[in-house]
């Protein structure tokens, strides 16, 4: 079966003189650059009302873009061999450390390369499970712990507690800006109005709240740890950008580095190789769904970021040497 795909964006002026297949993907991040480019070759992209199908056309901030396409609709998705770093197991739960690049969910342009198809693999008894049993998401490029139930009972039963916020999540993430103290944002989060793909501060939007705590100053950055009163897409990275501290490296809420007056060579060369969100999801802490025990797992930074952390580092020292 195939679905008929409609879409609509304008083109943000920041985007001025980027090529159009890599303005696709920063419009309408839920598909493939594959996908996107196949979309223009085929003339199924229009900018300002003309079919364009060159994907090294250039924009110049301000069109309107309209994607008329369509997509192979799957029902049954299939399993592969992909490996799972698995942090926890029994017979009713499964944690696992996320690594970057791994899609939660199939979709347009991810038929058979994520962690349902994983799960599906290493446990094809989860083919039953709603989901597979994956009962919350971390987006493609965030790392870190999600847990997954084994059996029906275990995800109704985790699928309530997420309900009720009784499975508290954690994350580490570094911020441009400094932040002096510890807070919290407590703003509504909806549909962007124009970029439908993409989430915003909305007064009509789901209520969401993040708690955030300074784990370590520097000069232009925060290294913050992040607790989700509410599970909302994008929920801290679209808060953060909200206060005027996005995330470092994230493509679609922080467009600039914003890099420090006299920031080295190298430095800048470090932060324009981070290419994803530094954002790492750390600590999560819940009731076992059959027992009942009180459980909590942790698990270490990813190198990248660790990493990111030393360049930063390094770039206060020098900086503070300087002077002195």
Not at 16 to 35: A, I, M, V, W
Not at 220 to 235: K, P, S, V
Not at 247 to 269: C, Q
Request: proline share 4%; aromatic share 6%.
């Amino acid at each position: 079966m195939r679905k008929k795909i409609k879409l609509n964006a304008k083109v943000s002026l920041l985007q001025l003189g980027q090529r159009l297949d890599q303005t696709l993907k920063e419009l309408f991040p839920n598909y493939s650059r594959s996908f996107l480019k196949a979309w223009i070759l085929n003339q199924c992209v229009s900018v300002n009302g003309s079919i364009v199908d060159k994907a090294k056309k250039k924009v110049s901030g301000g069109e309107l873009i309209s994607i008329d396409a369509e997509i192979k609709e799957r029902t049954c998705w299939v399993s592969k061999e992909i490996p799972l770093n698995i942090v926890y197991e029994d017979n009713e739960i499964l944690l696992i450390n996320k690594p970057s690049q791994l899609v939660v969910h199939p979709g347009p342009g991810h038929d058979d390369d994520t962690v349902m198809n994983a799960i599906l693999y290493h446990f094809p008894e989860s083919a039953c499970i709603p989901r597979a049993g994956i009962v919350h998401r971390l987006d493609k490029d965030t790392t870190g712990l999600m847990v997954i139930a084994k059996t029906i009972s275990a995800h109704n039963h985790l699928l309530q507690d997420l309900r009720k916020r009784e499975i508290i999540r954690e994350y580490e993430a570094i911020v441009s800006g400094r932040i002096i103290a510890n807070g919290k944002v407590d703003a509504p989060i909806g549909r962007h109005i124009k970029k439908r793909t993409h989430m915003a501060v909305n007064s009509v939007g789901k209520p969401a709240i993040t708690h955030y705590r300074i784990i370590k100053n520097f000069r232009h950055h925060t290294w913050l740890r992040l607790q989700l009163e509410t599970g909302r897409t994008h929920q801290i990275r679209v808060h953060m950008s909200h206060i005027s501290h996005p995330i470092v490296g994230d493509p679609i809420y922080s467009r600039h580095s914003n890099l420090p007056k006299g920031s080295s060579e190298v430095f800048m060369a470090a932060l324009s190789a981070f290419n994803r969100q530094a954002l790492h999801a750390t600590m999560l802490r819940m009731r076992h769904p059959v027992s009942g025990i009180a459980m909590e797992w942790h698990t270490e930074l990813p190198m990248d970021m660790v990493g990111l952390i030393n360049e930063i580092q390094i770039d206060t020292e020098n900086f503070q040497q300087k002077n002195n």
